[in-house]
């Protein structure tokens, strides 16, 4: 290894070299995202963003982003308590109705290069949740805001004890308005 090699991979392991390679979507994304077919029934959808945890589908048709479908999407879509009176008569319409009435086509995407900052202003400009990352027109991954948060947290957590409890973080929304009981007197 010759000079120039020893001190760019210094650089590369210093804490600046470690900021200035994870300030890529390439570095933050989720590879391999959990796809979906346009022509597929809603109900698997649903069925996907449920098992996944997740609440974006890329739609790829022969290996091409065509759209993503949210949860927000099938929301619009889906039939409210009125309309049908039932569990059953919903997931009936549901199986009936496909990928392709609910999708949003043509979605906003970046490259694996794009700067993670240029991503978060396009998620707040857009008020999206996530942008699919594609090389030419295939899609690589997928970028969250939960990706970001999870690094938010990272960098501002301190020491390992403090990052581990910051990830492990979680609110009980339902405790603070939880009603109280009255003493008995």
Known sequence: ?????????????SPAGRAKRSTQVRHRMSLSPITINSSAALEDAIRLLVKHNI???????????????TDRDIRQVSPSYPVFRDEHAIRDYLKNLKVSCAMSPDPL??????????????????????????????????????????????????????????????????AAFAPQAAPIS
């Open 1 to 13: 290894m010759n000079k120039d090699e020893l001190s760019r991979l210094r650089w590369m392991r």
């Open 109 to 174: 995407v970046v490259s694996p290069a794009t700067d993670l900052i240029e991503a978060a202003n396009l998620m707040i400009q857009y008020r999206i949740g996530s942008l699919p990352v594609v090389d030419g027109s295939r899609l690589v991954g997928i970028i969250s805001v939960t990706d970001l948060l999870n690094l938010f947290i990272e960098q501002n957590a301190r020491g390992s004890n403090n990052k581990r409890a910051a990830s492990d973080r979680r609110i009980d929304r339902g």
């Open 55 to 69: 609440r974006e589908l890329p739609v790829v048709e022969h290996g091409k982003l065509i759209g993503i479908v």
